[in-house]
């Protein structure tokens, strides 16, 4: 269901937000949606759910067979003019490809989007979540390495702000669930220079990342190696991952444009 949101101003367009807020109904755990479906997750009426539906079908963006609702790929459109004005993937996905080659484990890089991370670039070796990760995969910046260190990156502000707002839920038995813990575990990735997380986000995955930065200091993403608990203890990523993953940061911070992104 749509959150209350601050209070607008007189130019906000209810109607787009609410189009928008359809089209984020769906996602990988439910790529199909019944009218009744769509209108419980965005919290419109069924009469209103149906016309966005309806029209964002004759524009192409949903599929119905019927019954249930689908996105279809042009939808990819609405994030390929950020992606293709956005340099920063071209310039990582070759050192992602290096640094896969050399530590065998997946790798990719997100920026923060609100409270979430989001997926901009990666090279994937086997699959070990149970999501299926592509550009454009979300999740909750406080339960993931690359999160952590651009909330480390945030102006005190900033980070006040979020650590005020955020919802800690539970993800696994292992998640941080108090601001105070993830403040410091937050501090911890800003004095050290990356974060780990270990099994926070899903049982049996660890993952480790370093923050991308401008040629003004500012961080701009985050790139992280993921890896199966199983085969990966604390102390060897620490020991084996974590050179690789700073030396790639290093090298993806010189090869930015001197621009903001």
Not at 47 to 66: K, S
Not at 103 to 121: P, T
Not at 173 to 178: L, M
Not at 200 to 215: H, Q, T, Y
């Amino acid at each position: 269901m749509m959150e209350p949101g601050p209070e607008r101003g007189p130019d906000f367009v209810q109607s787009l937000e609410r189009g928008l807020a359809v089209i984020r109904a769906f996602n990988a755990a439910r790529p199909e949606l019944t009218l009744t479906e769509v209108a419980a997750a965005t919290g419109v009426t069924r009469a209103a759910a149906r016309r966005f539906l309806l029209t964002l079908g004759e524009l192409g963006y949903v599929r119905n067979d019927g019954r249930q609702f689908s996105l279809t790929p042009r939808v990819l459109e609405l994030g390929y003019a950020y992606l293709s004005g956005l340099s920063l993937p071209a310039v990582a996905e070759p050192h992602l490809e290096s640094l896969v080659a050399e530590v065998n484990e997946s790798s990719s890089v997100s920026v923060l989007d609100g409270d979430d991370i989001v997926y901009v670039a990666r090279v994937p070796t086997s699959r070990i979540m149970t999501v299926t990760i592509s550009v454009g995969t979300r999740f909750p910046a406080y339960a993931t390495s690359m999160g952590r260190v651009m909330l480390a990156g945030l102006p005190p502000d900033d980070l006040e702000a979020y650590l005020a707002k955020v919802r800690l839920e539970r993800l696994t038995a292992r998640t941080v669930t108090t601001t105070a813990a993830l403040l410091t575990e937050i501090n911890r990735a800003r004095s050290q220079g990356w974060a780990l997380v270990d099994q926070e986000l899903e049982e049996g995955l660890r993952s480790v990342a370093a923050p991308i930065r401008d040629r003004t200091g500012r961080t701009v993403a985050a790139l992280n190696i993921s890896a199966a608990a199983s085969r990966n203890s604390v102390e060897s990523i620490r020991r084996t991952l974590v050179p690789p993953l700073v030396a790639t940061a290093a090298r993806i911070e010189a090869d930015l444009p001197a621009r903001r992104f």
